[in-house]
């Protein structure tokens, strides 16, 4: 049960999602955490990546990232924690596993899985948070870019690489299950 399955086209959807959520993760979400001596200002090696938030910020005004860290919902900071103990490993061990000849393990598969669970409920947190933006700043329209266009692909594409890897493991079991009883 042990033996890692054929490598399918799926995997390499996942490698390229990886790679995104990787990217966005490095250059967007954990930038506040930085030393801002890093980025902040003009003179700084890394401030393009201020340059790549600013322009986040001024095109979506998402109040996840116009509000300074210390001022969002507690819930959105522990979020924000799980997204640097968890999500970022994740992304960094998926990027390589996905990249690889070989297809995917029992342990790998689980990994996902649960990685796959805690995104989808965390964006779907943000997703619910939404409907509830002050009408007054927030359209509908706005909330809708936001629904479908920003958060809604990391709700349902996570959930489906998690209903793949449920069902890599269900098939795992199901042919250990036979093998044993034949």
């Not at 109040?63 to 979020?79: E, Q, R």
């Not at 342990?107 to 779907?124: H, I």
């Not at 996570?158 to 250990?176: H, S, Y």
Request: with cysteine; aromatic share 16%; net charge neutral.
């Amino acid at each position: 049960m042990s033996a890692a399955s054929p490598r399918n086209w799926r995997d390499s959807a996942y490698l390229v999602i990886s790679s995104i959520q990787l990217s966005a993760i490095l250059l967007v979400d954990l930038v506040p955490f930085y030393p801002s001596s890093l980025y902040a200002e003009p003179s700084a090696p890394l401030h393009f990546l201020q340059v790549i938030r600013d322009f986040y910020i001024s095109t979506y005004n998402d109040p996840y990232f116009v509000t300074p860290h210390d001022g969002l919902p507690s819930w959105f900071k522990l979020f924000s924690y799980i997204e640097i103990v968890f999500q970022l490993p994740m992304a960094v061990w998926m990027v390589y596993r996905f990249s690889g000849r070989a297809g995917t393990t029992p342990g790998f598969e689980l990994a996902v899985l649960v990685f796959a669970v805690e995104c989808a409920l965390t964006t779907l947190t943000c997703i619910y948070d939404t409907l509830h933006w002050d009408p007054a700043v927030y359209s509908q329209a706005q909330k809708n870019v936001f629904i479908f266009n920003l958060y809604g692909p990391w709700a349902v594409i996570p959930a489906l690489m998690g209903l793949d890897m449920w069902m890599r493991i269900l098939g795992r079991l199901q042919t250990g299950g036979k093998t044993k009883s034949q």
